[in-house]
């Protein structure tokens, strides 16, 4: 069974601190990977894909991945109340043209 | 904007019943899929579909099937409803590696 793992939560942070987010994913032949927010009661929003090595940034959010650790992270700098929220990562499968594995979501939750 | 819509927001259904959930969106996108979310089990695959008239079998399709005869639409069938398929139902589509879900069907089976 191939799996995206994610720490449930909650994280929490104050209002202007760094959020780290992390997951894992268990198939070497992942070729790409989401984070997707979610909003309690709402349904699941995209935020970034990040495809290669490295960095990719988008305003205050970094997405960083590390093929070689099968590491994938979500950085939001300056977190804000507003920012409260579960976020799910979830990897592409190479074998499948847009079937993507879905972990289970951290909650974070930013104090004012 | 990406809209994808779904039918109902909240549904309740007897045991035994056939039910029918559908999804419309309006941006031309070839690929559309159907999910359940669970506390502790997350989003799991059902059917997707990526082009008119084909389906594909997701990771739990048991006791549901699909049907899209236009490419705007999606519909999610429970054949027999069951205690065990009251979840939230979201429904995404999409291009690419980029999904773009619903507003989602909390339903209830009695």
Known sequence: ?112 | DVKVTQSSRYLVKRTGEKVFLECVQDMDHENMFWYRQDPGLGLRLIYFSYDVKMKEKGDIPEGYSVSREKKERFSLILESASTNQTSMYLCASGRAHEQYFGPGTRLTVT
Not at chain 1, 45 to 63: C, H, P, Q, V, W
Not at chain 1, 79 to 86: L, M, N
Not at chain 1, 92 to 104: D, H, M, W, Y
Not at chain 1, 106 to 111: A, C, M, Q
């Open chain 1, 1 to 112: 069974q191939k799996e995206v793992e994610q720490n449930s939560g909650p994280l929490s942070v104050p209002e202007g601190a760094i959020a780290s987010l992390n997951c894992t994913y268990s198939d070497r032949g992942s070729q790409s990977f989401f984070w997707y927010r979610q909003y309690s009661g709402k349904s699941p929003e995209l935020i970034m894909f990040i495809y290669s090595n490295g960095d990719k940034e988008d305003g205050r959010f970094t997405a960083q991945l590390n093929k070689a650790s099968q590491y994938v992270s979500l950085l939001i700098r300056d977190s804000q109340p507003s920012d409260s929220a579960t976020y799910l990562c979830a990897a592409a499968l190479n074998t499948g043209f847009q079937k993507l594995v879905f972990g289970t979501g951290t909650r974070l939750l930013v104090s004012p």
